[in-house]
């Protein structure tokens, strides 16, 4: 039997639509992070198919484990024609460098991540 962290797939974000586009700016102690599914290669986002949750980490330089920063579910597929877009931005206080992880959750293809060097 595998671990959850071997199922855990990842990517290259411009080339697999599954994989969390992060960008990240650190400036006046904060830190900005914009994780989004499908920004290069658009995810379908419909009922059956749909990313239905971002999770974003920041593990600071030395510090043993990542500290989950913010948490989003996309509740909306299509009632009404709503759709909540895999889109979410966290702005973190921290003059701290580190590294920032994003994962997501695909209802049909599973979980995704990515990870960016502060
Ligand atoms: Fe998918």
């Not at 909306?76 to 909540?84: D, K, R, Y």
């Amino acid at each position: 039997m595998k671990k959850l962290t071997e199922l855990v797939q990842s990517g290259d974000w411009k080339n697999e639509k599954h994989v969390p586009a992060l960008h990240v700016e650190q400036k006046d102690g904060e830190l900005s992070i914009v994780a989004q599914v499908g920004e290069e290669i658009e995810h379908p986002n419909t009922l059956e198919h749909h990313i239905a949750w971002i999770k974003v980490f920041f593990q600071p330089e030395g510090f043993k484990f990542p500290i989950e920063v913010g948490s989003y579910e996309f509740s909306a597929h299509g009632e009404e024609e709503v759709f909540s877009k895999p889109y979410v931005k966290a702005q973190i206080k921290t003059d701290k460098k580190g590294v920032v992880y994003a994962m997501s959750y695909c209802n049909i293809h599973g979980l995704w991540e990515n990870s960016q060097e502060i």
